[in-house]
Protein backbone atom coordinates (compact mmCIF):
# COMPACT_ATOMS: atom_id res chain seq x y z
CA UNK A 1 0.00 0.00 0.00
CA UNK A 2 1.28 3.61 -0.71
CA UNK A 3 2.34 6.22 2.27
CA UNK A 4 -0.94 7.60 2.13
CA UNK A 5 -4.82 5.32 2.01
CA UNK A 6 -6.09 6.22 -1.22
CA UNK A 7 -10.02 6.82 -0.36
CA UNK A 8 -12.55 6.88 -3.05
CA UNK A 9 -16.55 8.48 -1.43
CA UNK A 10 -19.23 7.25 -3.10
CA UNK A 11 -22.40 9.69 -1.86
CA UNK A 12 -20.48 12.87 -1.05
CA UNK A 13 -23.02 14.87 0.85
CA UNK A 14 -24.10 17.29 4.13
CA UNK A 15 -22.27 14.51 6.41
CA UNK A 16 -19.20 14.96 4.36
CA UNK A 17 -19.38 18.54 4.89
CA UNK A 18 -19.84 18.73 8.15
CA UNK A 19 -17.77 16.25 9.41
CA UNK A 20 -16.29 13.52 6.84
CA UNK A 21 -13.74 16.18 4.92
CA UNK A 22 -13.17 18.78 8.02
CA UNK A 23 -12.09 15.42 9.65
CA UNK A 24 -9.95 14.52 6.73
CA UNK A 25 -7.85 17.72 6.53
CA UNK A 26 -6.38 16.79 9.85
CA UNK A 27 -5.44 12.97 8.48
CA UNK A 28 -1.77 13.52 6.73
CA UNK A 29 -1.67 9.81 5.64
CA UNK A 30 -5.04 10.39 3.77
CA UNK A 31 -5.45 11.52 0.03
CA UNK A 32 -9.20 11.55 -1.05
CA UNK A 33 -8.88 10.11 -5.50
CA UNK A 34 -12.31 10.08 -6.25
CA UNK A 35 -15.97 11.42 -6.03
CA UNK A 36 -18.64 9.57 -7.02
CA UNK A 37 -22.19 11.50 -6.44
CA UNK A 38 -25.28 11.53 -9.03
CA UNK A 39 -23.83 14.50 -11.02
CA UNK A 40 -20.30 15.66 -11.84
CA UNK A 41 -21.21 19.38 -10.98
CA UNK A 42 -22.49 18.17 -7.20
CA UNK A 43 -19.27 16.20 -6.55
CA UNK A 44 -17.01 19.73 -8.39
CA UNK A 45 -19.02 21.62 -5.47
CA UNK A 46 -18.11 19.95 -2.65
CA UNK A 47 -14.78 19.07 -4.03
CA UNK A 48 -13.73 22.78 -4.69
CA UNK A 49 -15.56 23.79 -1.44
CA UNK A 50 -12.55 21.63 0.53
CA UNK A 51 -9.69 22.96 -1.97
CA UNK A 52 -9.65 19.18 -3.09
CA UNK A 53 -9.05 18.22 -6.46
CA UNK A 54 -10.13 14.16 -6.81
CA UNK A 55 -11.50 12.29 -9.99
CA UNK A 56 -15.52 13.58 -10.17
CA UNK A 57 -17.43 9.97 -11.36
CA UNK A 58 -20.90 9.22 -11.51
CA UNK A 59 -20.49 5.18 -11.46
CA UNK A 60 -19.95 3.74 -8.31
CA UNK A 61 -18.98 0.28 -9.72
CA UNK A 62 -16.33 2.17 -11.64
CA UNK A 63 -15.07 4.09 -8.88
CA UNK A 64 -14.98 0.27 -6.64
CA UNK A 65 -12.87 -0.89 -9.27
CA UNK A 66 -10.59 1.23 -9.37
CA UNK A 67 -6.49 0.15 -8.70
CA UNK A 68 -5.87 3.18 -7.04
CA UNK A 69 -7.91 3.16 -4.52
CA UNK A 70 -7.49 1.69 -1.45
CA UNK A 71 -11.00 2.19 0.95
CA UNK A 72 -13.92 3.15 -0.38
CA UNK A 73 -15.89 5.49 2.23
CA UNK A 74 -19.92 5.55 2.11
CA UNK A 75 -22.15 8.26 2.47
CA UNK A 76 -25.39 7.37 0.61
CA UNK A 77 -29.01 6.77 2.24
CA UNK A 78 -29.26 3.64 3.98
CA UNK A 79 -30.42 1.59 0.79
CA UNK A 80 -27.30 1.46 -1.13
CA UNK A 81 -25.09 0.39 2.06
CA UNK A 82 -25.24 -3.13 2.07
CA UNK A 83 -24.55 -3.18 -2.15
CA UNK A 84 -21.89 -0.85 -2.26
CA UNK A 85 -20.35 -2.31 1.17
CA UNK A 86 -20.14 -5.91 -0.35
CA UNK A 87 -18.94 -4.79 -3.91
CA UNK A 88 -16.02 -3.08 -2.32
CA UNK A 89 -15.16 -5.79 0.11
CA UNK A 90 -15.40 -8.19 -3.02
CA UNK A 91 -12.97 -5.62 -4.51
CA UNK A 92 -10.16 -5.73 -1.95
CA UNK A 93 -11.06 -2.25 -0.40
CA UNK A 94 -11.54 -0.96 2.99
CA UNK A 95 -14.97 0.18 3.59
CA UNK A 96 -16.69 3.19 5.96
CA UNK A 97 -20.38 3.45 6.23
CA UNK A 98 -22.72 5.72 6.85
CA UNK A 99 -25.22 4.91 9.68
CA UNK A 100 -27.30 3.61 10.19
CA UNK A 101 -25.58 0.32 9.21
CA UNK A 102 -28.29 -0.88 6.48
CA UNK A 103 -32.12 -0.87 5.86
CA UNK A 104 -32.67 -4.45 8.04
CA UNK A 105 -31.05 -7.28 10.11
CA UNK A 106 -30.53 -9.53 7.07
CA UNK A 107 -28.30 -6.62 5.51
CA UNK A 108 -26.31 -6.15 8.17
CA UNK A 109 -25.47 -9.61 8.76
CA UNK A 110 -24.22 -9.72 4.80
CA UNK A 111 -21.94 -7.29 5.17
CA UNK A 112 -20.52 -8.17 8.95
CA UNK A 113 -20.19 -12.09 7.46
CA UNK A 114 -18.58 -10.65 4.13
CA UNK A 115 -15.76 -7.92 6.66
CA UNK A 116 -15.37 -11.74 8.39
CA UNK A 117 -14.47 -13.35 5.64
CA UNK A 118 -12.58 -10.62 3.45
CA UNK A 119 -10.63 -9.43 7.26
CA UNK A 120 -10.65 -6.52 5.85
CA UNK A 121 -10.95 -3.41 7.58
CA UNK A 122 -14.78 -1.89 7.90
CA UNK A 123 -16.25 0.77 10.28
CA UNK A 124 -19.72 2.26 10.67
CA UNK A 125 -19.94 6.33 11.41
CA UNK A 126 -20.48 6.01 15.38
CA UNK A 127 -22.82 8.14 17.11
CA UNK A 128 -21.49 11.89 17.85
CA UNK A 129 -24.04 11.85 20.77
CA UNK A 130 -22.52 10.86 24.33
CA UNK A 131 -18.94 11.04 22.51
CA UNK A 132 -17.59 13.44 24.60
CA UNK A 133 -18.55 11.97 27.86
CA UNK A 134 -17.86 8.10 26.32
CA UNK A 135 -14.81 7.23 28.15
CA UNK A 136 -15.66 8.68 31.56
CA UNK A 137 -19.53 7.08 31.07
CA UNK A 138 -17.34 3.87 30.62
CA UNK A 139 -15.27 3.85 33.60
CA UNK A 140 -17.65 5.17 35.78
CA UNK A 141 -19.78 2.58 35.04
CA UNK A 142 -16.90 0.10 34.69
CA UNK A 143 -15.58 1.16 38.29
CA UNK A 144 -19.21 0.53 40.23
CA UNK A 145 -20.73 3.94 40.42
CA UNK A 146 -24.20 2.39 39.43
CA UNK A 147 -23.69 -0.83 41.56
CA UNK A 148 -26.18 -3.21 40.48
CA UNK A 149 -27.89 -1.97 37.45
CA UNK A 150 -32.05 -1.21 38.22
CA UNK A 151 -33.17 0.81 35.47
CA UNK A 152 -31.79 2.50 32.00
CA UNK A 153 -33.87 5.25 30.45
CA UNK A 154 -33.28 6.85 27.01
CA UNK A 155 -35.57 9.49 25.45
CA UNK A 156 -35.51 11.66 22.63
CA UNK A 157 -38.20 14.44 22.11
CA UNK A 158 -37.79 17.08 19.14
CA UNK A 159 -40.80 18.91 17.66
CA UNK A 160 -38.39 18.34 13.95
CA UNK A 161 -41.59 16.51 12.18
CA UNK A 162 -44.39 18.67 13.49
CA UNK A 163 -45.53 20.55 11.03
CA UNK A 164 -47.46 18.90 8.83
CA UNK A 165 -47.01 21.30 5.93
CA UNK A 166 -43.02 20.04 5.41
CA UNK A 167 -42.42 18.25 2.51
CA UNK A 168 -41.76 14.00 2.69
CA UNK A 169 -38.33 13.56 3.77
CA UNK A 170 -36.79 10.13 2.50
CA UNK A 171 -36.01 8.94 6.01
CA UNK A 172 -39.90 8.49 6.12
CA UNK A 173 -39.21 6.15 3.24
CA UNK A 174 -39.60 2.48 3.38
CA UNK A 175 -37.52 2.02 0.47
CA UNK A 176 -34.55 4.46 1.37
CA UNK A 177 -34.66 4.16 5.02
CA UNK A 178 -35.60 0.78 5.56
CA UNK A 179 -36.52 -0.42 9.55
CA UNK A 180 -34.71 2.34 10.63
CA UNK A 181 -37.03 4.69 12.49
CA UNK A 182 -35.53 8.61 13.96
CA UNK A 183 -32.60 8.41 15.59
CA UNK A 184 -33.21 5.32 17.37
CA UNK A 185 -30.09 3.38 15.99
CA UNK A 186 -27.44 5.93 16.71
CA UNK A 187 -28.89 6.34 20.13
CA UNK A 188 -29.08 2.32 21.10
CA UNK A 189 -25.71 2.42 19.57
CA UNK A 190 -24.45 4.61 22.70
CA UNK A 191 -27.13 2.83 24.98
CA UNK A 192 -25.16 -0.26 24.12
CA UNK A 193 -21.59 0.47 24.54
CA UNK A 194 -22.33 1.78 28.15
CA UNK A 195 -24.77 -1.24 29.28
CA UNK A 196 -24.66 -3.88 27.22
CA UNK A 197 -27.97 -5.58 24.89
CA UNK A 198 -31.02 -6.47 25.28
CA UNK A 199 -32.53 -9.12 25.98
CA UNK A 200 -36.30 -8.88 25.09
CA UNK A 201 -38.45 -5.97 23.35
CA UNK A 202 -41.88 -5.04 23.07
CA UNK A 203 -43.02 -2.20 20.94
CA UNK A 204 -45.68 0.54 19.85
CA UNK A 205 -44.89 3.21 17.35
CA UNK A 206 -47.38 5.48 15.64
CA UNK A 207 -47.67 7.67 12.65
CA UNK A 208 -49.37 10.79 13.63
CA UNK A 209 -49.27 12.96 10.61
CA UNK A 210 -49.96 9.87 7.65
CA UNK A 211 -49.42 11.80 4.51
CA UNK A 212 -46.50 14.79 3.22
CA UNK A 213 -46.21 16.66 0.31
CA UNK A 214 -43.60 15.70 -2.54
CA UNK A 215 -42.84 16.62 -6.13
CA UNK A 216 -45.61 15.16 -7.41
CA UNK A 217 -48.35 16.01 -4.99
CA UNK A 218 -48.29 14.00 -1.55
CA UNK A 219 -47.06 10.36 -0.55
CA UNK A 220 -47.06 8.05 2.47
CA UNK A 221 -45.67 8.58 5.57
CA UNK A 222 -43.99 5.27 5.90
CA UNK A 223 -41.85 5.39 8.90
CA UNK A 224 -43.07 5.88 12.59
CA UNK A 225 -43.66 9.83 13.98
CA UNK A 226 -43.10 7.73 17.54
CA UNK A 227 -42.03 5.03 18.88
CA UNK A 228 -42.09 3.65 22.70
CA UNK A 229 -40.10 0.47 23.75
CA UNK A 230 -39.53 -1.30 26.91
CA UNK A 231 -37.79 -4.78 27.69
CA UNK A 232 -34.55 -6.42 29.26
CA UNK A 233 -31.37 -6.16 29.38
CA UNK A 234 -29.10 -8.69 29.38
CA UNK A 235 -27.50 -6.93 32.56
CA UNK A 236 -30.77 -8.16 34.23
CA UNK A 237 -32.10 -4.28 34.19
CA UNK A 238 -35.44 -2.94 32.77
CA UNK A 239 -34.69 -0.60 30.12
CA UNK A 240 -37.05 1.90 28.32
CA UNK A 241 -36.81 3.98 24.86
CA UNK A 242 -38.90 6.70 23.90
CA UNK A 243 -38.66 8.61 20.61
CA UNK A 244 -40.96 11.32 18.78
CA UNK A 245 -40.20 13.73 16.36
CA UNK A 246 -43.76 15.37 17.03
CA UNK A 247 -43.15 16.33 20.58
CA UNK A 248 -42.99 20.55 20.35
CA UNK A 249 -40.56 22.12 22.74
CA UNK A 250 -39.16 18.23 23.43
CA UNK A 251 -36.57 18.25 26.34
CA UNK A 252 -33.41 17.37 25.95
CA UNK A 253 -32.33 13.96 25.29
CA UNK A 254 -30.34 12.21 27.63
CA UNK A 255 -29.76 8.56 28.92
CA UNK A 256 -30.77 7.93 32.86
CA UNK A 257 -29.50 5.01 34.65
CA UNK A 258 -30.52 3.87 37.88
CA UNK A 259 -28.29 1.30 39.90
CA UNK A 260 -28.10 -0.43 43.71
CA UNK A 261 -25.25 2.09 44.69
CA UNK A 262 -26.22 5.38 42.69
CA UNK A 263 -27.50 7.62 39.34
CA UNK A 264 -26.25 8.95 36.49
CA UNK A 265 -28.05 10.71 33.78
CA UNK A 266 -26.33 12.12 30.55
CA UNK A 267 -27.78 14.83 28.45
CA UNK A 268 -27.00 14.45 25.06
CA UNK A 269 -27.44 17.97 23.95
CA UNK A 270 -25.06 19.77 26.30
CA UNK A 271 -22.78 16.68 27.46
CA UNK A 272 -23.64 17.40 30.78
CA UNK A 273 -23.23 14.62 32.80
CA UNK A 274 -25.75 14.36 36.43
CA UNK A 275 -24.40 11.69 39.52
CA UNK A 276 -25.54 10.96 43.03
CA UNK A 277 -24.45 8.21 45.19
CA UNK A 278 -25.62 6.56 47.99
CA UNK A 279 -26.49 8.68 51.06
CA UNK A 280 -25.71 12.25 48.45
CA UNK A 281 -28.74 14.68 49.07
CA UNK A 282 -29.02 14.41 45.39
CA UNK A 283 -28.07 14.92 41.85
CA UNK A 284 -25.01 17.22 40.87
CA UNK A 285 -22.83 17.82 37.90
CA UNK A 286 -20.03 15.49 37.35
CA UNK A 287 -17.25 17.12 34.86
CA UNK A 288 -15.85 15.32 32.28
CA UNK A 289 -12.15 15.12 33.06
CA UNK A 290 -10.22 17.07 30.29
CA UNK A 291 -7.85 13.92 29.24
CA UNK A 292 -10.95 11.92 29.11
CA UNK A 293 -13.10 14.21 27.12
CA UNK A 294 -13.62 12.23 24.00
CA UNK A 295 -12.54 14.15 20.50
CA UNK A 296 -14.37 13.46 17.10
CA UNK A 297 -11.19 11.45 15.12
CA UNK A 298 -13.78 9.10 12.99
CA UNK A 299 -11.43 9.60 9.76
CA UNK A 300 -8.34 9.12 11.85
CA UNK A 301 -9.18 6.35 13.47
CA UNK A 302 -10.25 4.74 9.74
CA UNK A 303 -7.12 5.28 7.77
CA UNK A 304 -4.79 4.61 11.77
CA UNK A 305 -6.74 0.69 11.11
CA UNK A 306 -5.90 0.65 7.59
CA UNK A 307 -2.35 1.22 8.56
CA UNK A 308 -2.34 -1.41 11.19
CA UNK A 309 -3.71 0.22 13.89
CA UNK A 310 -6.76 -0.39 16.15
CA UNK A 311 -10.20 -1.00 15.33
CA UNK A 312 -12.32 2.39 15.91
CA UNK A 313 -15.77 2.52 16.46
CA UNK A 314 -17.88 1.56 15.58
CA UNK A 315 -17.62 -1.43 14.34
CA UNK A 316 -19.40 -3.99 11.56
CA UNK A 317 -20.56 -6.25 14.75
CA UNK A 318 -21.70 -3.25 16.81
CA UNK A 319 -24.05 -1.88 13.61
CA UNK A 320 -25.24 -5.68 13.69
CA UNK A 321 -26.51 -5.18 17.17
CA UNK A 322 -27.90 -1.98 16.92
CA UNK A 323 -29.83 -3.55 13.37
CA UNK A 324 -31.21 -6.11 15.73
CA UNK A 325 -32.76 -3.44 18.24
CA UNK A 326 -33.97 -2.32 15.26
CA UNK A 327 -35.33 -5.79 13.35
CA UNK A 328 -36.86 -6.39 16.82
CA UNK A 329 -38.46 -3.46 17.24
CA UNK A 330 -40.21 -3.56 13.71
CA UNK A 331 -41.55 -7.20 14.58
CA UNK A 332 -43.07 -6.22 17.64
CA UNK A 333 -44.60 -3.18 16.55
CA UNK A 334 -46.58 -5.60 13.47
CA UNK A 335 -46.79 -8.70 15.64
CA UNK A 336 -48.07 -6.73 19.12
CA UNK A 337 -45.59 -9.17 21.29
CA UNK A 338 -42.47 -9.73 22.62
CA UNK A 339 -39.55 -10.41 21.08
CA UNK A 340 -36.65 -12.30 22.16
CA UNK A 341 -33.01 -11.30 21.56
CA UNK A 342 -30.42 -12.76 19.37
CA UNK A 343 -33.13 -12.46 16.45
CA UNK A 344 -33.11 -15.09 13.51
CA UNK A 345 -32.67 -13.36 10.60
Known amino acids: ?5 RIGIIGAGGIFRSRHFPGLAKVDNAEVIAICNRSE ?16 MTDP ?28 LDAGKHAFVQARMAMNLHEAQLMYAKAQETGLVTQICPSPMGMKGDWFMRRLIGEGY ?9 RSFSGGNSDPNDPLHWRQVSRYSGLNILNMGILVEVVHRWFGHMQTISAQAETFIKERSTEDGTGPVERPDSVSITGKM ?13 ARFGMDSQVEAYGSEGTLVYKLGSNTILG ?58 ERGAVVNLPVVG
Open 1 to 5: MADKV
Open 41 to 56: DSGRKIADEFGLSPDL
Open 61 to 88: DALIARDDIDAVMIGTWPYKHCEFVLKA
Open 146 to 154: LGDIYNVYT
Open 234 to 246: ENGATAAFLFSAV
Open 276 to 333: GKVGDDGLKEIPIPEDEAREWTVEKDFVDAIQGGSQGDTSFYDGLKYMEFTEAVARSV
